[in-house]
């Protein structure tokens, strides 16, 4: 039989559709690499050289190859197809969301995902695929929104850490309420470019004391160029009577002077050392709490989350801002029934740390921090955001200004 009879031979064998199931040789392995090698050339072709028509039909074929191939096979066209610019989308998506041990080449490298396509996968699998998404070198503030909703320890805590990555507000904020119950988080956020000073002097009321350090060091600072800007219009508001709540309030916030002398004019005790003094020979009560909180040029709700806090360092800053001396500083932490000394005649190591704060931050430093916790804890306590705080819930920022969130995370978290 010539060679062109045996090559029509094999093609009507092959076309023929109504062969038995018994009669079939069973699949080549072999042949199913080689044609998935082939195909991955084909679409590996500069498109100098290869229509993108057919490049798309390569790879339409080549998904349908993959769909039952075992996992080698498919982890190799993975890592062979990866570092191609113009590869299919489709196939990188399909492979994108297999098994981590082929997805990890394309989550990994890929540089022809895009944000939809990471988005899209990043909702359909497993954490260890996250996490490799949350390793790529530039990751969009989308993306990681997406990411983050998952609130998967290891991923958040990759995404904090990676320089590459971008967080929107959105992210930030869920990642700070969460924070409070889980501390590496605060470490981490301190580091982050995007986090501000609400973010950051928020978090100091549960982060541990050298994170506490650390945002001081970070977001006490001076109001100098605010002061400078605004100076003319403090006699401007007072002609008026101070009638504008909100720039009473926002002027309070921004004035140099920390002690507050009509308080202190009203007063019995006449100055914030002689309220200090009674506090340490009777013991804090209420009604001194709120003469001191006055005195000092806060609200009473200020200077109660302040005197209340366990381990002291807000005490530093209550003190530093209205020029107290560190002999004051003492005085208050005793009239907090707080210990000074130890059995051991040692100084208490609490006490220690609030004076080490006390003493590494500047006056106007102090003044800054301790006028911006009044400002943020008390300045938007209006009844809805009240009712936000007695149900647990933050309020959102687009509705009620940052000083909302701070006082809602501050106030509702009372474990």
Not at 78 to 94: G, Q, S
Not at 242 to 260: G, H, M, P, S, T
Request: charge should be neutral.
């Amino acid at each position: 039989m010539s060679a062109p009879q045996l090559q029509s031979q094999a093609l009507n064998k092959a076309l023929d559709l109504t062969e038995q199931a018994g009669e079939q040789i069973p699949p080549s392995d072999t042949v199913r690499r080689s044609l998935a090698k082939r195909l991955s050339d084909v679409i590996c072709i500069p498109s100098s050289q290869l229509p993108p028509q057919e490049r798309h039909m390569a790879g339409d074929v080549l998904v349908e190859l993959l769909r039952d191939a075992d996992i080698e096979l498919r982890a190799s066209v993975a890592k062979r197809l990866v570092m191609l610019n113009e590869a299919p989308r489709t196939i990188l998506v399909i492979l994108a969301k297999d098994e981590i041990e082929v997805a990890r080449h394309v989550l990994e490298n890929s540089k022809s995902l895009t944000d939809s396509d990471l988005i899209q996968i990043a909702r359909k699998v497993s954490t260890q695929h996250r996490l490799m998404i949350a390793q790529r070198r530039k990751i969009s503030d989308a993306v990681v929104d997406v990411l983050a909703e998952f609130l998967e320890e290891d991923v958040v805590e990759t995404l904090l850490k990676n320089k590459g990555a971008s967080f929107s507000e959105t992210a930030l904020q869920r990642i700070l309420t969460v924070s409070r119950q889980h501390q590496p988080y605060v470490e981490l956020l301190i580091k982050r470019d995007e986090v501000r000073p609400s973010h950051g002097l928020t978090m100091f009321w549960w982060a541990g004391a050298k994170s506490r350090k650390k945002i001081l060091q970070r977001f006490g600072v001076t109001r100098a160029v605010l002061q400078q800007t605004c100076a003319d219009l403090y006699p401007r508001a007072a002609a008026e009577g101070w009638n504008d709540e909100a720039v009473r309030k926002a002027l309070q916030f921004i004035e140099r002077r920390q002690r507050n002398r009509a308080a202190m004019a009203r007063s019995k005790y006449g100055t914030l050392e002689n309220a200090i003094e009674e506090a340490a020979r009777v013991g804090m009560d209420r009604e001194l709490a709120d003469e001191i909180s006055y005195i000092a040029g806060i609200k009473p709700a200020t200077g109660a989350q302040i005197l209340s806090d366990k381990t002291g360092e807000p005490l530093a800053i209550l003190c530093k801002a209205p020029g107290l001396r560190r002999p004051h500083l003492t005085m208050l932490w005793r009239s907090l029934k707080r210990p000074d000394i130890m059995a051991d005649g040692s100084i208490n190591p609490l006490l220690e740390n609030v004076i080490a704060v006390f003493d590494a931050i500047s006056t106007d430093n102090a003044q800054t921090v301790l006028r911006y916790w009044n400002w943020s804890l008390t300045a938007s306590l209006t009844p809805d955001v009240l009712e936000y705080i007695k149900k647990g819930l933050i309020p959102k920022e687009e509705d009620f200004g940052a000083a909302a969130i701070t006082a809602a995370l501050v106030f509702g978290n009372r474990t």
